[in-house]
């Protein structure tokens, strides 16, 4: 089991930046591969980036490749997302998720445990 919660989402200017932190708990979190994913209102949910455990390798979805990073800190079982170059697009609910799998699934059906998100919202 996988407790996910989502935190650091605001209000920013298009632009501007922001941390979005992932803190997990729950004894396997270390060998699991974490997304982050996000909702606007009426769209489906979206992969924005995830991590593998072993190796750790990243995979990003076009939209914000190149403006936005993840990261994981296994010993503060923490998973992080660096939003740079915000743009009013951005703005949504962003979801971390969790599967005890090696590789980085980019589809909501890959992954077992959710956190309950955090909003982001950006200004022009």
């Known amino acids: 089991q996988v407790h996910l919660v989502e935190s650091g989402g605001g209000l920013v200017q298009a632009g501007g930046s922001l941390n979005l932190s992932c803190a997990a708990s729950?004894?396997?979190?270390?060998?699991?591969?974490v997304a982050w994913f996000r909702q606007a209102p009426g769209t489906e949910r979206d992969f924005v980036a995830g991590?593998?455990?072993?190796?750790?390798?990243?995979r990003y979805s076009d939209s914000v490749k190149g403006r936005f990073t993840i990261s994981r800190d296994n010993a503060k079982n923490m998973v992080y997302l660096q939003l740079n170059s915000l743009e009013p697009e951005d703005t949504a609910v962003y979801y971390c998720?969790?599967?005890?799998?090696?590789?980085?699934?980019?589809?909501?059906?890959?992954?077992?445990?959710w956190g309950q998100g955090t909003q982001v919202t950006v200004s022009s």
């Open positions: 998720a969790a599967k005890e799998t090696i590789i980085v699934v980019k589809s909501t059906n890959g992954y077992d445990y």
């Open positions: 991590i593998s455990w072993r190796p750790t390798v990243t």
């Open positions: 729950g004894p396997t979190f270390s060998r699991t591969s």
